[in-house]
């Protein structure tokens, strides 16, 4: 079973950048998705991308702003979020994909092997 390692969260003021990684511990030919959960919140959906890195899709609330990518030689996936606000503030998680009907309406039961997150924090 493939595991997950988030990083590169951390403080940040509004309108700066980071650039968030997570490292799985095998080759993986799965859709890759990157969430999210804020303090008293449900967790949720921010981006996804396919196998090949050649489909994207985001939330509405970080569309324009992130850019998910893939280095499967590193078996990485990355997001660069940039013109970060405080309501980003969150703990960011990854995880593999599924079985799924849509691509572009995740739900959160598809996704599995989750990574342990990594906190963001965007202050004002």
């Known amino acids: 079973q493939v595991q997950l390692v988030e990083s590169g969260g951390g403080s940040v003021q509004a309108g700066g950048s980071l650039r968030l990684s997570c490292a799985a511990s095998e080759r993986t030919f799965a859709d890759m998705g990157w969430f999210r959960q804020a303090p008293g919140k449900a967790r949720e959906f921010v981006a996804v991308i396919n196998w090949s890195g050649g489909r994207t899709y985001y939330a509405d609330s970080v569309r324009g702003r992130s850019t998910i990518s893939r280095d499967n030689a590193k078996n990485t996936v990355y997001l660069q979020m940039n013109s970060l606000k405080p309501e980003d503030t969150a703990v960011y998680y990854c995880?593999?994909?599924?079985?799924?009907?849509?691509?572009?309406?995740?739900?959160?039961?598809?996704?599995?092997?989750w990574g342990q997150g990594t906190q963001v924090t965007v202050s004002s």
């Open positions: 995880a593999t994909r599924g079985a799924y009907r849509d691509f572009s309406d995740s739900k959160i039961d598809e996704y599995h092997n």
